[in-house]
């Protein structure tokens, strides 16, 4: 009796987002009994607003991830970012607002090049590398700023006024300009990420690093590349962090690095490497961040009790995508490959790499 | 093998050995004696410069602005009393109150001849002033004192704690009108001891007859950071929809509280007060969101602090209650016992301003 | 011809670097090569050598636990807060082992049974455990202990050296031990290089693992208690952050982050060099995130000589032959 396999185009990918959209609806719901004026457009406008920068650093966090690294750094390349753009911002108040995010997106990138040297090229393992420029690049931003705070009275007004613009209003409901710039973005990167084949190369290094080496693939430009990435985005969330709070200090950014791996984590991004997607990065944030802005609205959830349930939380969402994605991840390997049935006296599984990786 | 495993032993071993054979002497104090004689307690002096003193400026954290201010200060007197320049240093997040045990203790390895402190770390704070005291390095705190007073030799407190409180209840009172209504308190963190010493105040002074319109529903807190108190007084205004202000006796929480209120467009429904610096709070008064606000001069502060500091440290003032002392371009100061805690000194150094929207601009 | 194998390298260049680094520091500040001046140095970071010693045996393992920090902070509320409920202080001690013991050991049921990532569930565990410190003390400290507690933290106890450090000496001995020359040491290591070869060779894995992350935690929950004697008043916030700096140790010390290699010698150097250069520096009045720069860019070109290093035997090798 062979396994019923399921149609090829409900992979487990889509399971898995379309779970995490379950989830945000079901915690939608509970929440909605516990909070009064729940469903109002102010709240929507409260999660959109400040998911973004969480959501950036997930998909940052992604696309290194899926080739089986880390990067600690990303919250110093933020500070580092904001910080720098943010002083640049106060001395050319006239200058292009492109220029502005250009320059943030070329800092990050630049971080993260580094980064990527050291990994890529100099063969030193990605946590040690990213544990030691997360203070690297926090320690030098320290010494620069010379004790010095941005304030957001000397940035110019277009900054400032960034996050509250918006692309459509319905009511009091508003899509924020950054929301939907921010939405385009990673729709982009995920439709590169699946479709293109460098996206596809960076699963098959995170799935098997020997195999994709000696399939001939530039394993080493490509993670070199997936930490340029990763440095952009983040110098991008340097902006956006710039733009909402104005006030840049010297431990801006401070901590988000694991905001973006738990991130990352409860959107279905396996740390070994190898599987999730962009957007599932994207619902982990909307996730947590829902998570955590209703959890400080419920009035019996003293604040104390918030980071114990949200630490809860996120352990129930990975142990579900666990037992979710297992099943199905072995109805879909049975089907992708026709030729293989899978009976009860069979010996192996008909993907057995992916079976140890999770063991 | 074996050879290689020795060789490592007999390096580790030097290591170790460089350690026990050290140098055993103290580094002894630069400071004591000098021409001017020690008051006693009660009799006025003149603090004089002339002698050296290497010293510690320790804030609760780096890259807050009222702290580079009070810094500022304490540079002033240092150069007009010829004396070394204080080294500022602090932990880099006002999170962790760990960072300034280690300064402390490390202060009295080195053996400087002071160290002012504005407390972050609670209670904790007491064995790195031990082990301070110890090595007679003399503690000045500032700002926000060390509770139980003990090692720390006086608290140069920048207002009366008490009247912090029934500013703060004034301000809430005149913003919100006679019928008052509800208001919620943003705070630093949990641990300093000057912001709870304040909200304490606040509450006792809220149950005069004076102010038995204002209802205080709620306090936060966001530890002085940016994003945190600015998602603070969000959920604040979201959890308490009736509040008609929000009191942030913090610089960076009504920074932070101004910026959210204006952003979200709430400036009509709640306005945002508490202690704040004009430089960055300029905008939100000039709208309207934050019509008054108080402080006090943090420069001021920095440069009494360290000149009384400097006073005690060359020996030329006693810490003693009764003991009156002028410092330089402030005038003259009496060190009395502290009423808001059990046991201490202070000396008080002097009034709030508070600023609207006609003398922000000075 | 002595065999000189990546650990003895490894070894013999951080002995180098212990011994540079002290130099330096002595020739910088007269103060420096006081016997007093050595104790606080481990003093002042005595319960993160503690945890990094287990946090060897965790990483060998091909593990990872970030909840270290605040199961530290989750044991020190535990007492904290069962003192002020009025429970006899040795009892309060007691329970905040038992608490800690029992966050390690579902940590690492959770590990073991369910093969997520270890990086996930002790990320939870970080979260969450903060929390439930947090939902134990809120936002006030305990203080005021037995007098014979915090001089345990605080005074010295066999000549110049203070219990902890008595108790870090005995502990990094005694953890050499189990690692290098016990059975369970080597099954550690195996499991590491490689799990399924290690389950077929009848190594009890699951079981190692629950063991190992449940005596992670009541390491980081003695750590907490000794925080808590040296301080004289616990916090909910208390050690934010350690588990970067513990992790370092333990990395610099030639542990590979993937597992099946390390040794107790080099990790004991590495918290030789990470001590003696946060101290040496912060005398010279370096301010914190500087300390750390330095000792992450330590990490980073320690692994890029080593890298270099590898390919020299190779070599000599191939000379040879």
Same mark, same amino acid.
């Given at each position: 009796?062979?396994?019923?396999?399921?149609?090829?185009?409900?992979?487990?990918?889509?399971?898995?987002?379309?779970?995490?959209?379950?989830?945000?609806?079901?915690?939608?719901?509970?929440?909605?009994?516990?909070?009064?004026?729940?469903?109002?457009?102010?709240?929507?406008?409260?999660?959109?607003?400040?998911?973004?920068?969480?959501?950036?650093?997930?998909?940052?966090?992604?696309?290194?991830?899926?080739?089986?690294?880390?990067?600690?750094?990303?919250?110093?390349?933020?500070?580092?970012?904001?910080?720098?753009?943010?002083?640049?911002?106060?001395?050319?108040?006239?200058?292009?607002?492109?220029?502005?995010?250009?320059?943030?997106?070329?800092?990050?990138?630049?971080?993260?090049?580094?980064?990527?040297?050291?990994?890529?090229?100099?063969?030193?393992?990605?946590?040690?590398?990213?544990?030691?420029?997360?203070?690297?690049?926090?320690?030098?931003?320290?010494?620069?700023?010379?004790?010095?705070?941005?304030?957001?009275?000397?940035?110019?007004?277009?900054?400032?006024?960034?996050?509250?613009?918006?692309?459509?209003?319905?009511?009091?409901?508003?899509?924020?300009?950054?929301?939907?710039?921010?939405?385009?973005?990673?729709?982009?990167?995920?439709?590169?990420?699946?479709?293109?084949?460098?996206?596809?190369?960076?699963?098959?290094?995170?799935?098997?690093?020997?195999?994709?080496?000696?399939?001939?693939?530039?394993?080493?430009?490509?993670?070199?590349?997936?930490?340029?990435?990763?440095?952009?985005?983040?110098?991008?969330?340097?902006?956006?962090?710039?733009?909402?709070?104005?006030?840049?200090?010297?431990?801006?950014?401070?901590?988000?690095?694991?905001?973006?791996?738990?991130?990352?984590?409860?959107?279905?991004?396996?740390?070994?490497?190898?599987?999730?997607?962009?957007?599932?990065?994207?619902?982990?944030?909307?996730?947590?961040?829902?998570?955590?802005?209703?959890?400080?609205?419920?009035?019996?959830?003293?604040?104390?009790?918030?980071?114990?349930?949200?630490?809860?939380?996120?352990?129930?969402?990975?142990?579900?995508?666990?037992?979710?994605?297992?099943?199905?991840?072995?109805?879909?390997?049975?089907?992708?490959?026709?030729?293989?049935?899978?009976?009860?006296?069979?010996?192996?599984?008909?993907?057995?790499?992916?079976?140890?990786?999770?063991? | 093998?074996?050879?290689?495993?020795?060789?490592?032993?007999?390096?580790?071993?030097?290591?170790?050995?460089?350690?026990?054979?050290?140098?055993?002497?103290?580094?002894?104090?630069?400071?004591?004696?000098?021409?001017?004689?020690?008051?006693?307690?009660?009799?006025? &002096?003149?603090?004089?410069?002339?002698?050296?003193?290497?010293?510690?400026?320790?804030?609760?954290?780096?890259?807050?602005?009222?702290?580079?201010?009070?810094?500022?200060?304490?540079?002033?007197?240092?150069?007009?009393?010829?004396?070394?320049?204080?080294?500022?240093?602090?932990?880099?997040?006002?999170?962790?109150?760990?960072?300034?045990?280690?300064?402390?203790?490390?202060?009295?390895?080195?053996?400087?001849?002071?160290?002012?402190?504005?407390?972050?770390?609670?209670?904790?704070?007491?064995?790195?002033?031990?082990?301070?005291?110890?090595?007679?390095?003399?503690? &000045?705190?500032?700002?926000?004192?060390?509770?139980?007073?003990?090692?720390?030799?006086?608290?140069?407190?920048?207002?009366?704690?008490?009247?912090?409180?029934?500013?703060?209840?004034?301000?809430?009172?005149?913003?919100?009108?006679?019928?008052?209504?509800?208001?919620?308190?943003?705070?630093?963190?949990?641990?300093?001891?000057?912001?709870?010493?304040?909200?304490?105040?606040?509450?006792?002074?809220?149950?005069?007859?004076?102010?038995?319109?204002?209802?205080?529903?709620?306090?936060?807190?966001?530890?002085?950071?940016?994003?945190?108190?600015?998602?603070?007084?969000?959920?604040?205004?979201?959890?308490?929809?009736?509040?008609?202000?929000?009191?942030?006796? #913090?610089?960076?929480?009504?920074?932070?509280?101004?910026?959210?209120?204006?952003?979200?467009?709430?400036?009509?429904?709640?306005?945002?007060?508490?202690?704040?610096?004009?430089?960055?709070?300029?905008?939100?008064?000039?709208?309207?969101?934050?019509?008054?606000?108080?402080?006090?001069?943090?420069?001021?502060?920095?440069?009494?602090?360290?000149?009384?500091?400097?006073?005690?440290?060359?020996?030329?003032?006693?810490?003693?209650?009764?003991?009156?002392?002028?410092?330089?371009?402030?005038?003259?100061? #009496?060190?009395?016992?502290?009423?808001?805690?059990?046991?201490?000194?202070? &000396?008080?150094?002097?009034?709030?301003?508070?600023?609207?929207?006609?003398?922000?601009?000075? | 011809?002595?065999?000189?194998?990546?650990?003895?390298?490894?070894?013999?260049?951080?002995?180098?670097?212990?011994?540079?680094?002290?130099?330096?520091?002595?020739?910088?500040?007269?103060?420096?090569?006081?016997?007093?001046?050595?104790?606080?140095?481990?003093?002042?970071?005595?319960?993160?050598?503690?945890?990094?010693?287990?946090?060897?045996?965790?990483?060998?393992?091909?593990?990872?636990?970030?909840?270290?920090?605040?199961?530290?902070a989750f044991s020190a509320c535990v007492l904290g807060a069962a003192y002020e409920a009025?429970v006899?202080?040795?009892?309060a001690?007691?329970?905040a082992?038992?608490?800690?013991?029992?966050?390690?050991?579902?940590?690492?049921?959770?590990?073991?049974?369910?093969?997520?990532?270890?990086?996930?569930?002790?990320?939870?565990?970080?979260?969450?455990?903060?929390?439930?410190a947090?939902?134990l003390l809120?936002?006030r400290s305990v203080g005021a202990f037995?007098?014979?507690?915090?001089?345990?933290?605080?005074?010295?106890?066999?000549?110049?050296?203070?219990?902890?450090?008595?108790?870090?000496?005995?502990?990094?001995?005694?953890?050499?031990?189990?690692?290098?020359?016990?059975?369970?040491?080597?099954?550690?290591?195996?499991?590491?290089?490689?799990?399924?070869?290690?389950?077929?060779?009848?190594?009890?894995?699951?079981?190692?693992?629950?063991?190992?992350?449940?005596?992670?935690?009541?390491?980081?929950?003695?750590?907490g208690v000794?925080?808590a004697?040296?301080?004289?008043s616990v916090r909910a916030?208390i050690?934010?952050?350690?588990?970067?700096?513990?992790?370092?140790?333990?990395?610099?010390?030639?542990?590979?982050?993937?597992?099946?290699?390390?040794?107790?010698?080099?990790?004991?150097?590495?918290?030789?060099?990470?001590?003696?250069?946060?101290?040496?520096?912060?005398?010279?009045?370096?301010?914190?995130?500087?300390?750390?720069?330095?000792?992450?860019?330590?990490?980073?070109?320690?692994?890029?000589?080593?890298?270099?290093?590898?390919?020299?035997?190779?070599?000599?090798?191939?000379?040879?032959?």
């Amino acid at each position: 009796m062979s396994t019923p396999a399921a149609p090829l185009w409900i992979r487990p990918e889509r399971i898995k987002e379309l779970s995490l959209v379950g989830v945000i609806a079901v915690a939608l719901v509970i929440f909605g009994f516990l909070v009064d004026d729940y469903y109002s457009g102010q709240f929507f406008n409260r999660i959109t607003t400040s998911v973004v920068i969480t959501a950036v650093l997930a998909v940052a966090q992604t696309m290194v991830v899926v080739t089986r690294n880390i990067d600690l750094s990303v919250g110093s390349i933020v500070g580092v970012s904001a910080y720098l753009t943010g002083q640049y911002a106060a001395a050319h108040p006239d200058a292009s607002p492109v220029l502005a995010v250009g320059l943030a997106l070329g800092i990050g990138a630049l971080l993260g090049a580094v980064n990527g040297l050291l990994v890529a090229y100099g063969r030193v393992p990605a946590i040690i590398v990213t544990l030691g420029t997360l203070a690297i690049y926090r320690s030098w931003l320290v010494s620069h700023a010379e004790a010095r705070t941005i304030t957001a009275d000397s940035l110019p007004s277009w900054v400032v006024d960034l996050p509250t613009r918006t692309v459509v209003s319905v009511g009091s409901l508003d899509v924020r300009a950054v929301f939907f710039v921010v939405v385009v973005i990673v729709a982009l990167l995920a439709a590169g990420m699946q479709r293109l084949r460098w996206g596809r190369r960076l699963y098959a290094i995170g799935s098997n690093p020997e195999a994709a080496a000696q399939a001939g693939l530039p394993t080493r430009r490509l993670v070199f590349g997936a930490f340029v990435a990763c440095g952009a985005l983040s110098g991008l969330a340097g902006f956006l962090f710039l733009a909402r709070f104005g006030t840049i200090t010297v431990v801006a950014g401070q901590g988000l690095e694991l905001d973006s791996v738990a991130a990352a984590v409860v959107g279905g991004v396996s740390v070994l490497g190898g599987s999730g997607t962009l957007v599932g990065a994207l619902l982990g944030a909307v996730l947590i961040d829902v998570l955590d802005q209703s959890l400080v609205r419920v009035p019996q959830v003293s604040e104390f009790w918030r980071n114990a349930i949200l630490g809860a939380l996120i352990l129930a969402a990975v142990i579900a995508d666990v037992a979710i994605g297992r099943r199905f991840r072995r109805r879909w390997s049975a089907e992708a490959r026709p030729h293989t049935k899978v009976t009860e006296d069979e010996p192996a599984d008909p993907a057995p790499a992916l079976e140890a990786s999770d063991a | 093998m074996v050879r290689a495993h020795k060789l490592l032993a007999v390096l580790t071993c030097l290591a170790l050995a460089a350690a026990a054979c050290g140098d055993d002497d103290d580094s002894t104090s630069t400071d004591d004696d000098s021409g001017s004689e020690a008051g006693g307690a009660g009799e006025a &002096v003149t603090i004089e410069g002339g002698d050296s003193m290497s010293s510690i400026l320790l804030p609760k954290c780096t890259g807050i602005a009222v702290f580079d201010q009070a810094n500022e200060g304490a540079q002033e007197a240092a150069e007009e009393l010829g004396a070394d320049a204080p080294e500022f240093l602090g932990p880099s997040t006002c999170e962790d109150p760990t960072g300034q045990i280690e300064t402390m203790t490390n202060a009295a390895t080195q053996g400087v001849d002071a160290v002012m402190i504005s407390n972050n770390a609670g209670e904790q704070i007491q064995s790195g002033v031990d082990a301070a005291t110890d090595s007679d390095v003399a503690v &000045v705190s500032w700002d926000s004192p060390i509770p139980s007073g003990e090692g720390e030799s006086l608290f140069v407190a920048q207002v009366d704690f008490d009247e912090t409180g029934v500013v703060m209840a004034d301000m809430a009172l005149e913003i919100m009108g006679e019928d008052g209504g509800q208001f919620a308190v943003l705070s630093a963190s949990p641990d300093a001891a000057n912001q709870n010493a304040w909200i304490a105040a606040l509450e006792e002074a809220l149950t005069d007859e004076k102010y038995a319109n204002l209802e205080l529903v709620d306090t936060v807190y966001g530890n002085d950071d940016a994003d945190e108190s600015y998602n603070q007084a969000l959920a604040l205004v979201d959890s308490n929809p009736d509040i008609e202000l929000i009191m942030a006796p #913090t610089t960076v929480g009504i920074a932070a509280a101004g910026k959210a209120m204006t952003d979200e467009g709430l400036c009509d429904r709640v306005k945002v007060s508490g202690l704040g610096l004009p430089d960055e709070m300029r905008e939100y008064t000039e709208s309207g969101c934050a019509p008054q606000f108080a402080l006090w001069s943090f420069v001021d502060l920095g440069y009494l602090t360290y000149y009384a500091t400097y006073g005690i440290a060359t020996g030329q003032m006693e810490a003693a209650e009764g003991q009156t002392f002028t410092a330089g371009r402030m005038g003259e100061y #009496t060190i009395e016992k502290d009423p808001t805690r059990d046991s201490g000194l202070r &000396v008080v150094m002097g009034p709030f301003t508070v600023y609207t929207v006609d003398n922000i601009d000075e | 011809m002595p065999e000189w194998t990546r650990e003895r390298t490894w070894e013999l260049l951080l002995a180098v670097i212990l011994v540079g680094t002290v130099v330096y520091n002595a020739s910088r500040s007269p103060v420096y090569l006081d016997v007093d001046n050595f104790v606080n140095l481990f003093r002042l970071s005595i319960e993160k050598v503690i945890v990094a010693v287990i946090m060897t045996f965790v990483i060998v393992n091909g593990e990872i636990d970030l909840s270290v920090a605040s199961v530290m902070a989750f044991s020190a509320c535990v007492l904290g807060a069962a003192y002020e409920a009025g429970v006899p202080f040795p009892l309060a001690i007691v329970l905040a082992l038992v608490a800690s013991a029992a966050a390690g050991f579902l940590q690492g049921q959770v590990i073991a049974r369910t093969g997520i990532s270890s990086l996930v569930v002790t990320l939870a565990g970080l979260i969450g455990f903060r929390g439930a410190a947090r939902i134990l003390l809120e936002d006030r400290s305990v203080g005021a202990f037995p007098e014979w507690f915090t001089d345990l933290g605080r005074e010295d106890l066999l000549g110049p050296l203070p219990f902890a450090l008595v108790l870090f000496l005995v502990f990094v001995v005694v953890a050499g031990v189990v690692l290098h020359r016990t059975a369970f040491g080597r099954g550690v290591f195996v499991i590491g290089d490689n799990a399924d070869v290690a389950r077929y060779s009848g190594i009890a894995v699951a079981r190692t693992k629950v063991v190992l992350f449940t005596t992670s935690a009541l390491v980081a929950g003695v750590a907490g208690v000794l925080f808590a004697a040296r301080l004289g008043s616990v916090r909910a916030n208390i050690a934010e952050g350690f588990e970067l700096d513990i992790i370092t140790m333990v990395l610099l010390g030639g542990v590979s982050i993937f597992g099946g290699s390390g040794t107790m010698l080099g990790v004991a150097l590495a918290i030789g060099i990470v001590l003696n250069l946060r101290n040496g520096l912060g005398l010279a009045n370096v301010e914190a995130n500087t300390q750390t720069g330095v000792i992450g860019a330590l990490l980073i070109v320690s692994v890029l000589v080593q890298n270099l290093l590898d390919r020299l035997p190779l070599r000599r090798r191939e000379a040879e032959a």
